[in-house]
């Protein structure tokens, strides 16, 4: 899934956003031929070829044989914007620890352009579903239904909430999916309510999680983290209430070093 547009803003680029539509077709049909893409995206393959040339000549394309696909500098640049992010750098070992500690996948997620971006996630010795997981790395979804993405709308000003259903809706992915805006909206205020937020097979049959957010010191959420596992295990009562103690924990850890980073930042030099 991308996050594409609507419209075309009238100050936008069109050679830009049509090199970048190029660049997406080539990641949802894992890489493809001139006459491939030029259906695709429903223009000559001349157009197409241009652009592909222009991507290749940039390093972001490379060709094998008459395939065109996405070079590895996306995977550099992607390190970049992720190791500049103070979020995943702060937080990398304590999520570590935490798949570490309860032996189920840990995530790390923020929100951008209205949607779920996964920054980080840690297989546990017992974690579940791990191409599932890998692939939810690749792409952003949707923040209704997760327990990192509920943390964190639970946490967004209600007109932002608003917006963000506006543009998106709520779509369904199981039958425990909230797809009623006010239903969602009770939600969010028990969420806030206790600290953490759970996802009770609202997004994959069988696998639920438990959530918290992350917060600045000015309450500003940053994004969220979670454990996940199968319901034969995270529905004992015993063991769901030892998640939720380690995650709100954890949360509350990432929450004291990143102010303590920006604290230090903010230490006058006398040197």
Do not use: C
């Amino acid at each position: 899934m991308t996050d594409r547009p609507t419209a075309r803003s009238p100050r936008t680029l069109k050679t830009v956003s049509r090199a970048m539509d190029v660049v997406r077709a080539l990641e949802e049909l894992d890489g493809a031929g001139v006459t491939e893409l030029a259906a695709e995206l429903d223009t000559s393959k001349s157009v197409v070829y241009n652009y592909l040339t222009t991507l290749r000549e940039n390093k972001l394309v490379v060709k094998e044989g008459t395939t065109y696909k996405l070079s590895l500098q996306f995977l550099l640049l992607g390190e970049y914007v992720r190791n500049q992010n103070v979020l995943y750098t702060i937080a990398k070992p304590e999520i570590e620890q935490l798949a570490e500690e309860t032996e189920e996948y840990a995530h790390l997620s923020t929100e951008q352009h209205g949607l779920n971006v996964n920054l980080y996630k840690v297989k546990g010795a017992k974690a579940v579903g791990s191409t599932y997981q890998t692939s939810k790395l690749q792409r952003p979804d949707y923040l209704h239904f997760s327990a990192t993405g509920k943390s964190i709308l639970a946490h967004l000003p209600r007109e932002r909430v608003e917006e963000i259903i506006d543009r998106y809706g709520l779509v369904k992915k199981t039958k425990n999916t909230i797809t009623d805006p006010e239903e969602l909206f009770t939600e969010l205020e028990r969420v806030r309510e206790r600290g953490y937020a759970y996802n009770d097979e609202e997004e994959i049959e069988g696998l639920q999680a438990i959530g918290a957010p992350v917060l600045d010191r000015h309450g500003t959420v940053l994004g969220s983290i979670s454990v996940s596992g199968p319901v034969n295990r995270m529905s004992e009562e015993s063991y769901q209430q030892r998640l939720v103690e380690t995650v709100t924990n954890t949360a509350n850890v990432i929450e004291v070093n990143i102010n303590m980073a920006e604290s230090e930042e903010e230490l006058p030099d006398f040197i």
